[in-house]
C-alpha cells in the first residue's frame, strides 16, 4: 500500500471507530440517565426490556423509526428538513479533534483514537459550536410555531452567551501550554494530580463546567426547553426519527463536552500518581484513567439533572454576561500577569 | 497534493454555486443561509491554501457571529420576499456591466502579476508565526485599534438599535 | 512546501465571488440581502489576501485578512443597527423606499 492509501484507511477506521463508539455512547447514555434519575427519584425507570432494561434504547429506537412523520402544514419544508441534519452533522464535526484516550503502539506505528490532531485543535472545535447555533435557530424557525421560535431565539441567544465563556475559560490553558493543540495541553498536564489544570486552573474550571452545563442545555440551564413554558422549544414539532436526530445531538454535544472537560482540566489519560506504570500487559492503562473520569463527568451532569431545579431566563442571561465572563476575563488577566512574574513571558 | 486539488475545486464549485443563490434568491432568509454555505466552502480553501488559523476565524468570525446577527435580524423583523420593481432591469444591467468591468480590471491585473516568478518559499502560517507577526511593532497598534473599534461600533449599535435609552 | 497549482485559481475564485457580490448589490432591493452581498464581496478581497500570501511566501496577506474581519463585524453590527432603526421608521426593507434625507 502506497503511504497515502495507508493513511487514508487508517483515518476511515478511526472515524468508523469514533462515530460507532458516539452513536453506542449516546444510546447508552438515554438509559443510564432513566434509571440514575429515577432511582434518585424512589422510582425504578425502565427495567422490562432485557436484564435491568438494558434493552430500552432499542426499543426506543424501533419505537421511533415506525411512528409516522408529521410535519406542520405552515412549516417550510427543506428548512425544516434540514435541522435535525445540521445539528447532528455540527456535533459529529467537533468531535473529529477530540483525544479519545492515549497515544498508543499497535501494528508498527503508533497510533491514537483522534480523527485529525490539527494545529488550532481547540480553536476548531469554538468554530464548529458556533455553527451548531443554526441547527437550533433553524429548527426554531422552520417549524412556524410561536413556542419553537421563541425556543429557537432562547436557545441561540444562551449558547451565543455562554460560548463566549467557554472560550474565555481556555484562554489560559492555552497560554500555558503555548499550544490550541488538545494533545500539548494535556501533556503539560502530566506527573501528579497537582499538575492537573483544574488546580492550576481553578478559576477557569468553574467558569468551563458552568458555560458547559448552559452550553449543552442540561438542566439547571435548559431553558430552551422549559417544557411549564414554552412546550418543548425548538423541537416543539418534530417526531418520531427527526426527533431522535435531534436528541442525538445534544447528547453527543454533551459527550463531546465531558470529554473535553476530562482532557483539559483532569489530566486527560495521565493518572496524577507519580510511579503509575504506563500500561499492564501490553495494555496502555491511561485509556482506564481516561474512561473512568469521562463516565464520572458524565454522571455528574446527569446527577445535577436530578438535583436543581431551573433557572429562570433573565437569571441565566444575567449569570453568563454579569458573572461568568468578567470572573473568567478577570482570570485571564490575572494569569498573565502571573504567568510573566514567573518567567513563562513569551518565547 | 492531488486531493488538495481536488478539494479546492469541489470547495470552489460549491462556493459560486451558494454564492448565485445568494444573490439570485428573493427570500432573504435563504439568501443568508446560501451565504453561510459560501463563507464555509470558503473557510476551507483559506484551510486548503495552508492558513488554518484564518480558515477557523473565518467559521468563527464570519458564519458564527456576523451571519447569525443576519439571521437574528431577519426573524426579528419577519422579512417578507422582494416584491419587483419598476427599475428591476436596468439595475440588472448596469450590475451587469459594473461586475464585468470588475472581472476585466482585476483580471488583468491577476495576469500581470502572474507573469511575475513566484518562488516557491518554505511557507509557515502556523497561528504561532500569525501572533509573532500580529503582535509586531509593525501592526501591534493598529491591533490594539481595532479594539477600540470594536467597543465604538458596540456601543453605535446599542444607541442606534434600542427604543429608549 | 511547494506552491500547490490553485493558488492563481484561488484569486480566479475571489474574482468571481467579488464579482458576484458586485452583481448582488445592484439586483437585490432588500437592505439587509444586499448587506450579505457586501459581506460577499469582503470575502471575495479576503481570499484574494491569503492567495497571495500564499504566493509570495509573506504572512502580511493573512494579518490584513484579520483586520478586514474585526471591521466586518464592526460594520456588521453598526449596520443591522440602522437596518432595525430604519425599519421602525419607515415599515419597510425596500431600498427604494428611502428616498429622503429627512425622515
Known amino acids: 500500500m502506497t503511504p497515502l492509501a495507508e493513511e487514508l484507511l487508517v483515518t476511515f477506521v478511526k472515524i468508523v471507530i469514533v462515530v460507532g463508539a458516539l452513536l453506542g455512547g449516546f444510546s447508552v447514555m438515554t438509559w443510564v440517565e432513566r ?14 426490556t432485557g436484564p435491568f432494561g438494558i434493552l430500552q434504547p432499542i426499543a426506543d429506537g424501533i419505537k421511533l423509526f415506525f411512528k409516522e412523520e408529521v410535519m406542520p402544514v405552515a412549516a417550510n419544508k427543506w428548512t425544516f428538513l434540514a435541522a435535525p441534519v445540521v445539528a447532528v452533522a455540527t456535533a459529529l464535526l467537533a468531535t473529529a479533534v477530540i483525544p479519545y484516550g492515549p497515544p498508543f503502539e499497535a501494528f ?24 451548531g447555533v443554526y441547527g437550533v435557530v433553524l429548527a426554531g ?26 472560550g474565555f475559560s481556555w484562554v489560559t490553558l492555552i497560554l500555558a501550554a503555548r499550544s490550541f493543540r488538545i494533545n500539548d495541553i494535556v501533556d503539560t498536564q502530566a506527573g501528579g494530580f497537582w499538575h492537573w489544570n483544574v488546580v492550576v486552573h481553578f478559576p ?7 458555560a458547559a452545563t448552559a452550553e449543552v442545555a442540561r438542566i439547571p440551564f435548559d431553558l430552551p426547553e422549559g417544557e411549564s413554558e414554552i412546550v418543548a422549544g425548538f423541537h416543539t414539532e418534530y417526531a418520531s426519527m427527526r426527533f431522535a436526530l435531534i436528541q ?15 482532557n483539559l482540566f483532569f489530566g486527560g489519560w495521565h493518572s496524577g500518581v507519580p510511579g503509575m506504570p504506563e500500561s499492564l500487559g501490553g495494555f496502555p492503562l491511561g485509556f482506564v484513567w481516561w474512561g473512568l473520569k469521562v463516565a464520572f463527568f458524565l454522571f455528574v451532569f446527569i446527577w445535577l439533572r436530578g438535583t436543581l431545579p431551573r433557572f429562570r431566563y433573565d437569571q441565566l442571561m444575567q449569570f ?28 | 497534493m492531488m486531493i488538495d486539488a481536488v478539494l479546492f475545486y469541489v470547495f470552489a464549485a460549491i462556493a459560486v454555486a451558494s454564492a448565485v443563490v445568494v ?9 443568508a443561509f446560501a451565504l453561510v454555505v459560501t463563507l464555509c466552502s470558503v473557510a476551507v480553501i483559506f484551510g486548503l491554501l495552508g492558513s488554518p488559523f484564518i480558515a477557523v476565524l473565518q467559521v468563527i468570525v464570519y458564519a458564527g457571529a456576523i451571519m447569525v446577527l443576519f439571521l437574528f435580524v431577519l426573524m426579528l423583523l419577519n422579512v417578507k420576499r422582494e416584491k419587483d420593481s419598476p427599475s428591476r432591469g436596468q439595475r440588472t444591467l448596469s450590475g451587469v456591466a ?68 | 512546501m511547494e506552491n500547490p497549482a490553485f493558488v492563481h485559481h484561488a484569486v480566479v475564485l475571489s474574482l468571481i465571488l467579488f464579482a458576484l457580490g458586485t452583481l448582488g448589490v445592484f439586483l437585490r432591493r432588500n437592505v439587509i440581502t444586499v448587506l450579505m452581498c457586501v459581506e460577499l464581496m469582503l470575502n471575495g478581497v479576503n481570499l484574494a489576501f491569503v492567495a497571495f500570501s500564499r504566493a509570495q511566501g509573506t504572512l502580511d496577506g493573512q494579518v490584513l485578512v484579520f483586520f478586514v474581519m474585526v471591521v466586518a463585524a464592526a460594520e456588521a453590527a453598526v449596520g443591522l443597527a440602522i437596518v432595525i432603526a430604519l425599519h421602525r421608521h419607515r415599515d419597510t426593507l425596500d431600498l427604494d423606499a428611502f428616498n429622503l434625507m429627512k425622515g
Do not use: C
Open chain 1, 35 to 48: 434509571r440514575s434519575l429515577a432511582f434518585m427519584q424512589y422510582r425504578l425507570g425502565p427495567n422490562r
Open chain 1, 141 to 166: 424557525w422552520a417549524a412556524n410555531n410561536k413556542y419553537s421560535l421563541l425556543g429557537g431565539l432562547r436557545s441561540s441567544a444562551q449558547m451565543f452567551s455562554y460560548e463566549l465563556a467557554l
Open chain 2, 98 to 165: 459594473l461586475a464585468l468591468v470588475t472581472v476585466l480590471v482585476l483580471q488583468a491585473g491577476a495576469v500581470l502579476l502572474r507573469s511575475r516568478p513566484t518562488p516557491a518559499p518554505d511557507y509557515d502560517a502556523s497561528t504561532f508565526e500569525m501572533a509573532k507577526i500580529l503582535f509586531s511593532p509593525h501592526f501591534l497598534y493598529a491591533f490594539e485599534a481595532t479594539s477600540i473599534l470594536i467597543l465604538a461600533a458596540l456601543v453605535g449599535a446599542v444607541v442606534l438599535a434600542k427604543k429608549e435609552l
Open chain 1, 320 to 347: 453568563g454576561w454579569k458573572v461568568l465572563i468578567p470572573v473568567a476575563a478577570v482570570w485571564v488577566m490575572t494569569f498573565a500577569v502571573l504567568w510573566v512574574v514567573v518567567g513563562g513571558g513569551p518565547r
Open chain 1, 108 to 131: 508498527g506505528r503508533t497510533l491514537q483514537i483522534q480523527i485529525a490532531d490539527i494545529e488550532v485543535g481547540l480553536l476548531f472545535i469554538f468554530a464548529v459550536t458556533a455553527l
Open chain 1, 248 to 262: 442525538m445531538a445534544e447528547y453527543i454535544n454533551m459527550i463531546t463536552v465531558t470529554v473535553l472537560l476530562a
Open chain 1, 204 to 210: 477557569a474550571f468553574i467558569v468551563y463546567f458552568l
Open chain 2, 23 to 31: 444573490i439570485g434568491q428573493r427570500n432573504p432568509m435563504y439568501s
